[in-house]
């Protein structure tokens, strides 16, 4: 089937989000639903106004289209068949992983092997011609020099010697790093084997870094998240992520991510194992912690005190490591993507935590 024939619009049918109520799926929804989609909506637990409030929300703003919810656990075989019957694709964002609550096991089981249960539902369902996942910038990012400028070629297995021998399948129950980051190439890898070998369906993934932007919900306000480390920078509180509080942050909107999902679905250009890194659009989105302090400390000048890394005469007390470097150059070339400038993303988070009255000191 040529390239055009598994691309998909509003018109050929419905869309199906999985993870829908989680910070990403979300705005998947909601770039749907503007786009004037019938979007099917799978989250584990309709009755949870927690959950699905924010969802059932978007029905009332005017968007062209609608939302619908599907109930669907990612441990059960067979749960997301109603919602892909009939469906023209499916955008996989969910994932039975929190922040550090798993094991290492559990991270790569609900990370890959509980993945097949979708596909299996994908091909059941005999309507669905491109199906786009959510992978991650793990996927990707091995070890390499500093500056390095990491591209859609590389992978996490890559220069295996410079892993120790640490990157194998016995390492998964010991390492929750390890199991992240092998459960997403893998997964990868079993999706556009699957596509090639069934020939009715095209499979390709988006691959984020570091997702920042607004919060729908005080759901999406995940402990460890990206955007809760903004938070707690801006109630004047240290980052405690990376190497002892240091980091080199590269950004990416949470809407530009939920964006590049739907035009994997559209594209004519991409085809079954396309993937995208969803990064920097340039140097200005890469900020050391320091400088993503300084950033925050003039965007919001009210604010007493922006915690940050360990500062010595007004700088850093020691280097970062000088990592990881990608950018999102192939997503803008062959999906068309346009991102949003790293201030307006810093200005949104900031404002949507205030409106949900989740940034108090």
């Not at 390492?175 to 084997?193: C, F, G, P, V």
């Not at 990881?324 to 068309?336: K, T």
Request: contains cysteine; aromatic residues 10%.
């Amino acid at each position: 089937m040529p390239k055009h024939e598994f691309a998909v619009s509003p018109a050929d049918g419905a869309m199906v989000v999985t993870g829908a109520s989680g910070y990403i799926g979300a705005w998947i929804v909601r770039d749907c639903m503007e786009q004037g989609y019938e979007v099917r909506a799978c989250v584990r637990d309709t009755n949870n106004p927690t959950k699905i409030q924010h969802l059932m929300q978007l029905n009332s703003l005017g968007l062209r289209g609608q939302v619908t919810l599907y109930e669907a656990d990612l441990f059960k075989a067979g749960s997301y068949d109603e919602a892909f019957a009939g469906a023209a694709a499916v955008i996989h964002a969910g994932a039975t992983v929190g922040f550090n609550r798993e094991t290492p096991q559990e991270v790569y089981d609900g990370c890959f092997k509980e993945n097949a249960h979708v596909i299996e539902s994908v091909k059941r369902s005999g309507s669905v011609r491109r199906f786009v996942f959510t992978s991650s910038f793990a996927a990707v990012g091995h070890p390499r020099d500093q500056g390095y400028v990491f591209t859609e070629k590389d992978w996490c297995g890559d220069n295996g010697e410079a892993y120790k021998g640490r990157w194998n399948e016995e390492q998964i129950p010991l390492d929750r790093d390890i199991a992240y980051a092998m459960a997403k190439a893998n997964t990868e890898k079993l999706i556009y084997a699957e596509a090639a070998a069934n020939g009715g369906f095209e499979a390709l993934a988006i691959l984020p870094l570091h997702v920042i932007g607004p919060i729908m919900s005080a759901n999406n306000d995940q402990p460890w998240s990206w955007q809760n480390h903004i938070k707690r920078m801006m109630q004047g509180k240290p980052y405690k992520g990376g190497r002892e509080g240091r980091m080199l942050w590269n950004c990416v909107d949470v809407r530009d991510v939920a964006r590049a999902h739907r035009l994997c679905v559209e594209t004519t250009v991409g085809a079954n194992g396309s993937r995208y890194i969803l990064a920097a659009a340039d140097r200005s989105g890469e900020l050391f912690t320091w400088q993503l302090q300084q950033q925050l400390s003039v965007l919001f000048p009210a604010t007493a005190a922006v915690g940050g890394e360990p500062m010595r005469n007004g700088m850093p007390a020691k280097a970062s490591y000088d990592a990881p470097r990608a950018y999102c150059l192939l997503a803008r070339q062959e999906l068309g993507l346009q991102t949003y400038d790293l201030q307006t993303t810093l200005r949104d988070t900031v404002d949507a935590y205030r409106k949900l009255a989740l940034l108090q000191p």
